[in-house]
Structures are given as C-alpha cells and as structure tokens.
C-alpha cells in the first residue's frame, strides 16, 4: 500500500470484480399487487398495479411491478435461501473478494443513486450482479476517508437492463 493511502495495489486491481449474484424466484401478479398495497397502503394503489384490464390497456400492455419493487426481498433462487443482513465488519467487502481489506474501523452509508429501465412484469426472472466499481480517497475532518462504491445491475430474461443501482460506503 502507497504511502498515505488506504486503497493497495491488490484492492485497485479487484476493481471491476463480481461481488455478488441472485437469482430471484418468478415475480408473480399476488407479488406484485402485495407490495403495491404496502407501498401505497393506505391510498389505493394505482390501477396499473392490479387491475389486469386497465393494464393491458396502458402503454405498458399489462400489469407491471412498482420500480421499487424488490423481487429479492424474501427469499432468492439462486443462490437458495433467506437474505442476510449487512455484516457490521468495516473489511467485509474484501474479505468476500479474499484479499485483506484497509483495517478501517468504522463505515457509514454514503449513499444510492437509482436508474430504471424497463419494468418487471409477472413472469420475469430477475439477475441481480454486484460489482465493486471503485475506490477513492479524501480527508476529511477525521482523517483520510475511503469511498467504496458498488454497482448493481438487474436484468431480466431477456436481458433488458431492469436497474442499475450505485451504492457507497465510506470508511474512515
């Protein structure tokens, strides 16, 4: 590692590096008008959520899922089995890359930028791939502050871009 840098040599090179990949179960029509309920709840959701008439007659063509419709927010299909929460461990985004991390002692979250595409719809089985996108420095009151950022992008089964989302992390 350079000197007065928390970023080595080994972390820059992981850049462009998969993190993680799921895999979601079918989204179905219920999926879809259940989170419609609870994210409009207590409005009534837009027609366009579960009135399969009105749906085909929009530009859309049918019943399409919320934007912030999470299909991996129970279960996933591959890898099977219930979502784990963030670990607390300030190294944990290398330690899953298997190399040895910056040692920093605190994180915080810096932040999500959003951008959709087209919408799911019942029927669509959805691929979610983390990337680490980059790495960046600057100080701050408490010293030298690391930026993580990671990109992950959802498609469908046809290879259409779902979202792309850019989370960072900042450790210091």
Not at 61 to 86: D, L
Not at 143 to 170: A, H, P, Y
Request: net charge negative; with cysteine.
């Amino acid at each position: 590692m350079a000197a007065g840098t928390h970023i080595s040599d080994v972390m820059r090179a992981c850049v462009g590096r998969e993190l993680s990949r799921s895999v979601s179960f079918p989204v179905s029509a219920s999926d879809i008008r259940r989170w419609a309920l609870a994210v409009y709840h207590p409005e009534e959701p837009p027609r366009l959520y579960w009135d399969e008439e009105y749906a085909r007659q929009t530009t859309y063509g049918g019943i399409v899922a919320p934007e912030e419709f999470n299909p991996f927010a129970w279960m996933t299909a591959e890898p099977p089995g219930m979502r784990r929460g963030p670990d607390n461990d300030p190294d944990a985004l290398e330690r899953s890359l298997g190399i040895e991390g910056p040692g920093l002692g605190f994180q915080l979250n810096g932040g999500l930028h959003a951008e959709y595409g087209v919408r799911m719809r019942p029927g669509d089985v959805i691929t979610s791939v983390t990337r680490l996108a980059s790495y960046r420095e600057r100080q701050g009151r408490l010293g030298l502050m690391l930026f993580t950022v990671s990109e992950t992008i959802w498609t469908n089964g046809q290879d259409q871009l779902v979202k792309r989302t850019e989370s960072t992390l900042i450790r210091y």
